[in-house]
């Protein structure tokens, strides 16, 4: 499946800074030690609908992941698939009376044209799942080579019990791990499962649902399974960072990375795991499910896309907060401050805002401390102008390059 255009990202002088993040598994922000190429994983949409803030402000996250790595001199390897088989697709299709395929492809092309317009850095695969359902189901017929899978009327799943590291991405309880299990696409009260929290890794053919001929038969995968095969297929294990909303913490990267381990015997299945917050809006998390979204192609439609990425930028990515048309306003006065000061023939030295913003950016992605170094480059320019010449054209270089801004 294509990806989208990838915009020019200029080159900046100097040293860069090494890269701390969040890992999740860690519960503390260390530092990524990336070879020369750097391998991330993003989890991608399931494309029933369009392109929501929640969605822009993980990958906006993952984004500047890959920008400070650049900037470091990394190449950078970004995989990202697109569940573009999956219940909330075929419910969806069902109540809209339009086909599940043509639904799926509708989406996706709209999710490529919202990241192009956010100028969105993209992956190097961007995979569909109906492309490599051959290969999950190869990879699930290998783990229940390993003796870690049953069946169950025809389906096979993981057994929890033959996952020595489960728990260890999410840290959470078993009280907790099964309540969200439950409220995120897990089924615990199947009867006949093991264990309830033993997760569907191949769901075999139901009258009316689409179906795949493979080594199981005819069926198709489940959700986790078809992540662990992407990633291990385009990057391998132990790749760099498995990146996703926070809502994937658990039951997605964990179930991910015990089928990872499983079939590798390498552990961690990634280096790093980490998450991007949550976007609410009217009190309540952005979700499909409840409607309460707001899209991304509707915003850019009457705002410039690059005031909306400085909404986004203007927030912690592990933070959880609420949207509402007062960030917007704000960005937009922030965007036009920022482009009258580099329209300017001179302004005052810009060294050390270049060298702020990737301290700030290397500090597990301060976007709003890097916002604030060019805030104050532009209003002392602004204010009072300047006698360096190259300095407005450093500041529109490094916004580009670092934050993604084209001013």
Known sequence: MRSWPAPNVPKLPGQSVPLRLYDTSAKQVRRTDPGPTAKMYVCGITPYDATHLGHANTYLAFDLVGRVWRDGGH???????????????????????????????????????????????????????????????????QLSAKGV?????GDVYFSVSDAPKFGQVSGYSQAEMLGLFAERGGDPDRPGKRDPLDWLLWRAER??????????????????????????????????????????????????????????????????????????????KM?????????VSKLRGAHDPMAIRLVLLAHHYRADWEYTPDHLAAAEARLARWRSAV?????????????????????????????????????????AGGSDTSAPDLVRDLADALLGVAL
């Not at 043509?102 to 992956?123: G, S, V």
């Not at 992540?227 to 498995?242: E, K």
């Not at 979700?287 to 899209?295: A, D, E, P, Q």
Request: aromatic letters at 8%.
């Open 75 to 141: 190449e950078v390897h970004y995989t990202q698939n697109a569940t573009d088989v999956d219940d909330p697709l075929l419910e969806r299709a069902e109540q809209t009376g339009i086909d599940w395929q043509a639904l799926a492809e509708r989406e996706i092309e709209l999710f490529r044209t919202d990241m192009e317009a956010l100028r969105i850095l993209p992956p190097r695969e961007y995979v569909g799942v109906t492309e490599v359902v051959g290969e999950v189901a190869d990879l699930i017929a």
């Open 149 to 153: 899978t049953y069946e169950l009327d």
């Open 207 to 284: 009258p009316g649902e689409p179906a795949w001929d493979s080594t199981l038969g005819r069926g198709r995968p489940g959700w986790h399974v078809e992540c662990t095969q992407i990633a291990l297929a385009n990057l391998g294990p132990g790749f760099d960072v498995a990146g996703g909303g926070s809502d994937l913490i658990f039951p997605h990267h964990e179930c991910g990375a015990s089928e990872g381990h499983a079939a590798t015997g390498e552990w961690p299945f990634a280096r790093f795991y980490t998450h991007a917050g949550m976007v609410a809006l009217d009190g309540e």
């Open 287 to 295: 979700s499909k499910s409840k409607g309460n979204l707001v899209f």
């Open 343 to 383: 329209a300017l023939e001179a302004g005052p030295d810009a060294e050390d805002v270049l060298a702020t913003v990737r301290e700030r950016l290397a500090d597990d992605l301060d976007a709003p401390g890097a916002l604030a170094a060019i805030d104050a480059w532009a209003d002392r320019a602004l204010a």
